[in-house]
């Protein structure tokens, strides 16, 4: 499990990254969280070819050399409701950014990022508080090498009254949460991301060729492949694939068996797109994902504090349902990015240091 949850995630970190993109002339391919290719089982050799072709260093080039740019467009969607006995939560969101990053040589690492969130959050009375609430989410978010910024001045009921709404967030505060999520306590580096690709310096493929097939097989991804003009890679999860994920993530967080047997989808669509040009690098990417399924809180009492092993038994049978939708399009793009005058945003870990 932890294998595959490794390929997952390595794909994902690949994807992810893109977002600090690519500087090469090619056309956007991934719309609509797919991206069109005429898409078949592949061959033991197309398969060598794949895994030789999953190499991060093939992928996003040499950031070590000067001139080295690395730049994508991202668009996405979401959408999740959370029904229980009538009553609902609903998230709608839509994210546009763009992202470069280039060596300057003596100057270093520079990068820039700009784009937008917007979308609405709503809850029925009683959920989050006694008030119905309908919040209007409208950020403009950037980033260059040290800062994440967010300014939420034109949403509504997001902001606590009295707080900034422009922040700044140094990446390595980011960072250093994420890995105590982990149960790691390293200082990260203060120049994450810049730095991540950097330090890549050795070639390291993600996996060997019986891994894939063993990994395939035994959790019921199906893989295709499209080998003209690149390579084209589908990954379509079946409903056992997303269970077993979400049982792995539960159960490493202590949760009984009770808590995971709980959970049961009935609708399950997560497809995983990747794209290589002719000569191997980054040219696009898309996840699409469409998955209803529902809790049954009969067994299952939620704990007040935040260990989920100490979940109890409950003779109340109730059902939340839930659905989840999200197209991600990830495109490699040379696009300029502009970044604003970031005077008036506050260091809201300022207080914290």
Do not use: H, R
């Amino acid at each position: 499990m932890k294998k595959l949850l490794a390929v997952f995630t390595s794909l994902l970190l690949l994807f992810s990254f893109s977002v600090f993109a690519f500087g090469c002339d090619k056309e956007p391919s991934a719309s609509g969280g797919t991206i069109s290719g005429d898409y078949k089982e592949p061959t033991d050799e197309e398969l060598e070819q794949v895994v030789e072709s999953l190499d991060l260093n093939k992928i996003f080039g040499d950031p070590t050399k000067e001139g080295w740019k690395f730049g994508a467009s991202v668009e996405a969607d979401f959408n999740v409701v959370i029904d229980y006995a009538g009553d609902q939560i609903a998230v709608d969101m839509g994210l546009e950014y763009k992202e470069l990053i280039e060596n300057k040589g003596t100057e270093g690492f520079a990068a820039a990022g700009n784009g937008s969130l917007d979308g609405t959050f709503k809850a029925d009375a009683g959920i989050v508080g006694e008030d119905a609430v309908n919040n209007t989410v409208k950020f403009k978010v950037n980033n260059d090498a040290e800062y994440l910024y967010v300014d939420a001045s034109e949403s509504t009921g997001i902001v606590t009254e009295g707080a900034p709404d422009k922040i700044k967030v140094p990446f390595s505060y980011i960072m250093d949460g994420l890995g105590n999520l982990g149960g790691n306590t390293d200082k990260p580096n203060p120049n994450y991301p810049v730095d991540t690709l950097a330090q890549e310096e050795e070639s390291s493929a993600l996996i060997d060729i019986d891994q894939l097939k063993a990994m395939l097989e035994q959790y019921g991804v199906t893989m295709k492949v499209d080998m003209k003009g690149g390579i084209k890679i589908q990954l379509i999860a079946s409903a056992e694939t997303l269970k077993t994920v979400v049982d792995a993530i539960l159960g490493s967080a202590g949760a009984p068996a009770e808590v995971t047997n709980a959970i049961s989808f009935s609708k399950s669509v997560l497809e995983v797109y990747l794209s290589l040009s002719e000569e191997g690098e980054f040219a696009a990417a898309s996840i699409k994902l469409d998955v209803a399924a529902s809790v049954n809180t009969g067994g299952v009492n939620t704990p007040n504090d935040s260990d989920i092993s100490t979940m109890a038994d409950t003779a109340d049978e109730q059902v939340v349902n839930i659905t989840a939708k999200a197209e991600i399009n990830i495109n490699a793009s040379t696009d300029a990015v502009t970044l604003p005058d970031f005077s008036d945003y506050v260091d809201v870990t300022a207080s914290a240091v």
